[in-house]
């Protein structure tokens, strides 16, 4: 059974969560044949799924509800990220668990010690210097989503609050009780309708309200007397908004009953697969 995620030519902490997860949620149970794929972690259901192999589906996300897969007998949906996903695949909403990044709070040790107050983690796709260069001046730790899985994890476990332009910064925050916002920039730029529709179906799958804070978008490869002032100006402008929502916003967490009735729920999940497929 291949282990089947986006790959991008940018290290991804969401999406590299998977080769850290997987293999300690079903020891033993991944290899390299393509006729089954396991589809976890990341908003990657749609139609360019491979038609010829069995997907076995455990807490993805339908990626743009205008493109959604065709559900057959070669599709085995075990969980989905949220109520969305499951009402666009037209399956059953009790497959709608939430994403599987919840489940890191199983298998890390969070460190309880608060090194940093207030943390940011870009989108990968927008993190780069003038970002960090912004974190710094503000006495904010910069996480950078191109790190490693376990730095990732260590950084947010370390951090009191955490603003996230990241979807699955805020889901680890979440599952490692770090209370977090989302943050609006590059990711709707890149995302376009996908943006909102995967927050929201993560979200509401634990009874969160998806109230987003919007920064200016910052372009890094600008060459121009005129681009290089404009990002300056950008750059100036989000440091004064961070300053204002880092002492006014109300950051969030997920309700602890809520929370803990959602990995139970998952755990059954696990154990039913595990009798499905013979794998104890």
Not at 126 to 149: F, H, M, N
Request: hydrophobic share 45%; net charge positive; aromatic share 14%.
């Amino acid at each position: 059974m291949k282990l089947f995620y986006y790959r991008s030519n940018i290290p991804n902490f969401g999406d590299d969560l998977n080769e850290w997860l997987w293999p300690k949620v079903f020891p033993n149970l991944f290899n390299e044949d393509f006729s089954c794929l396991f589809v976890g972690i990341g908003t990657i259901l749609d139609d360019r799924i491979p038609k010829e192999a069995f997907k076995i589906v455990f807490g993805s996300g339908v990626r743009n509800p205008a493109r959604p897969p065709k559900i057959d007998a070669k599709w085995d949906i075990r969980a989905l990220r949220g109520k969305l996903s499951a009402r666009v695949l037209n399956v059953d909403e009790k497959v709608a668990i939430t994403d599987p990044g919840i489940l890191v709070k199983l298998f890390f040790q969070a460190n309880h010690q608060k090194t940093y107050n207030i943390s940011y983690m870009p989108y990968f796709r927008s993190a780069s210097k003038e970002w960090e260069i912004i974190c710094k001046r503000l006495g904010i730790k910069y996480i950078d989503p191109r790190k490693s899985v376990e730095a990732c994890l260590l950084d947010i476990s370390r951090s009191k609050f955490l603003f996230s332009e990241a979807m699955h910064g805020a889901i680890i925050a979440d599952a490692l009780r770090v209370p977090w916002i989302p943050v609006r920039s590059f990711n709707v730029v890149h995302e376009d309708e996908v943006h909102s529709f995967k927050w929201i179906d993560w979200c509401s799958s634990l009874k969160i309200e998806f109230k987003p804070i919007n920064l200016p978008v910052l372009w890094s490869n600008v060459f121009s007397f005129k681009g290089r002032a404009k990002k300056f100006l950008k750059m100036a402008l989000i440091f004064l908004k961070l300053t204002y929502f880092k002492r006014q916003s109300d950051f969030v967490l997920s309700n602890d009953v809520i929370f803990q009735e959602t990995i139970e729920r998952y755990l059954e999940a696990i154990d039913l697969f595990k009798r499905d497929y013979n794998l104890n």
